[in-house]
């Protein structure tokens, strides 16, 4: 078992610890705007000091803000004024919004200028006190770089609330998770057991949503806790990152599996700087085996795979950066944690290596509870343990390899048929650039399963071929009735796959 490196109390203790070590160096990169680590701590204690003077101490403080240094700021003033992050999905609705903020019942909500209308009417609505509306037309978070020096207020302890993070509500209901500073802390020093980065030297780049629990603990606070760059893309576009990838000399990359899907098959990508890259990171969903090989061949650098959710910290696993590397598994348990695969059905007989069941873990990461939700808490939370409703299975060296989700698992004629390894045969097929399989009803064999498939540039496939390529590689209960090649899948705010959607939408209303 590896030992943990420094845990501070916080996440504010470790930017406190930043400046003072390394207040010239680069900390902060968009657009061309650019903040050292005394800058961006200078910014975080002003806005605290006047987030606190809004009463918001121990209170839910509302973040609706894209990819921008303003959110990095945001966070951990936020942290800073002891109040409780809760950050939302700039691209939400009003109605996906209004039920973040009733439910936070917040003091006060930070936004973005371009969602001015939608948040202060629900804002108005639900009688939200204070609102903050940032953006070039109105104000700046980094409008104290400049100013004089202020120092941090009194910072966090650890059992206190450090962020209300909404679920993706992919499968039903967005739940708040309510997570400790402690909780967060100590999960950042647990990733950092197995997958280091260097200190005073990383520069990462940053596509990932920053309202999203992966970015922000393997790009925000990755790179505060290394005194690293994090340079952030405000907005994705494939001809940006291959840019600020040989500009910026990028040395870290945070993507998941559409994000390399996507670059791949981008035009140009086979003209992009990757001398400096060092590595990759992969999470926030499953990264198909062939596609992870195709992205290590074509940049040079290894793609370290974790695996994590907001329930719990939110890392869980990582494949070590010093120690064996296994394609299509999601490594070994982070240090202090136990994680188990238990039967299906009760959830209590630890299954033995090469078993599949559901995943529970118990460690010093996992929330507290859902806020405003007991039943949904004591489903999850049971016993000291928390059941991730993910279904796993060991290997004989005690690394993990995800099979799908519980809610997601087939039953067809009796058979449990998992839909990512469906998906997995699908990306073996030269010609498949995504692939998503879902489980819908049937009168006969109870469920069946149905796939759907991009295709990558400059090539084909028909379905009968793709059909063909599942019947060599599955046993017949395993075989989707049906196959469909669409021009693009559907995705949520955070590039996942939206497989609700894929649900809800008739397959002739998907291909148009």
């Known amino acids: 078992m590896k030992s943990l490196p420094q845990i501070y109390p916080s996440a504010v203790h470790m930017l406190a610890t930043a400046a003072t070590q390394a207040p010239q160096r680069e900390a902060l990169v968009c657009q061309g705007e650019r903040l050292n680590y005394a800058e961006y701590q200078r910014c975080v204690a002003w806005f605290a000091q006047e987030l606190i003077g809004l009463g918001a101490s121990g209170q839910r403080v509302g973040i609706v803000l894209g990819n921008s240094i303003d959110v990095c700021i945001a966070l951990f003033a936020v942290h800073a004024a002891r109040a409780q992050a809760t950050p939302a999905n700039p691209e939400y609705t009003e109605r996906e919004l209004r039920m973040i903020f009733e439910d936070a019942d917040l003091h006060v909500v930070i936004y973005a200028q371009a969602q001015r209308g939608m948040v202060e009417a629900i804002a108005d609505e639900l009688k939200i006190p204070h609102r903050i509306c ?30 209300l993070q909404f679920t993706g509500g992919t499968t039903g209901r967005s739940k708040g998770v309510n997570l400790t500073h402690g909780a967060v802390a100590i999960n950042i020093s647990q990733r950092e057991a197995l997958l280091p980065a260097r200190k005073d030297c990383e520069r990462l780049l940053c596509v990932m949503p920053l ?79 062939a596609l992870l090989r195709r992205w290590e061949e074509a940049t040079g650098a290894p793609v370290m795979e974790g695996y994590g959710q907001s329930e719990a910290g939110p890392v869980v696993t990582f494949n070590p950066l010093h120690g064996t590397r296994k394609a299509g598994s999601v490594g070994v348990p982070v240090p202090d944690t136990t994680v188990e695969i238990v039967d299906l059905e009760q959830g209590v007989h630890v299954l033995a290596a090469g078993k599949s069941g559901e995943i529970r873990l118990r460690g010093p990461q996992l929330m507290r509870d859902y806020r405003n939700l007991p039943q949904e808490t004591a489903i999850t939370l049971r016993d000291g343990w928390l059941y991730t409703g993910d279904i796993g299975e060991f290997d004989t060296d005690g690394y993990l390899y995800i099979r799908d989700r519980k809610k997601e698992m087939a039953k067809v004629s009796g058979f449990n048929v998992f839909p990512r390894e469906i998906e997995d045969v699908l990306y073996l097929h030269p010609a498949v650039q995504e692939a998503a399989v879902i489980a819908v009803p049937d009168a006969y064999r109870g469920e069946v399963v149905q796939a759907f498939v991009t295709l990558r540039p400059q090539h084909s496939a028909t379905e009968p071929q793709l059909a063909e390529h599942c019947a060599a590689n599955l046993t017949k209960y395993k075989l989707p009735d049906r196959i469909s090649v669409v021009p693009e899948l559907p995705k949520t705010g955070v590039g996942k796959i939206d497989k609700n959607r894929l649900r809800t939408e008739s397959v002739s209303s998907v291909s148009k």
């Open 211 to 289: 309202f999203h629990v992966y970015a922000v603990a393997m790009c925000l606070h990755n790179m505060v806790y290394a005194r690293g760059t994090l340079v952030i893309v405000p907005r994705y576009s494939p001809q940006r990152v291959f840019n600020l990838l040989a500009q910026e000399q990028i040395t870290i990359f945070a993507g998941a599996p559409t994000l390399f899907a996507g670059l791949l098959a981008a035009e140009g990508f086979d003209k992009v700087d990757f001398s400096k890259l060092s590595l990759s990171y992969s999470g926030s969903s499953a990264l198909p085996e």
């Open 134 to 163: 940032i953006g070039d037309e109105s104000r700046r978070l980094t409008e104290w770089c400049t100013a004089a020096d202020r120092e941090l207020p009194p910072l966090p302890n650890a059992d206190e609330l450090a962020t």
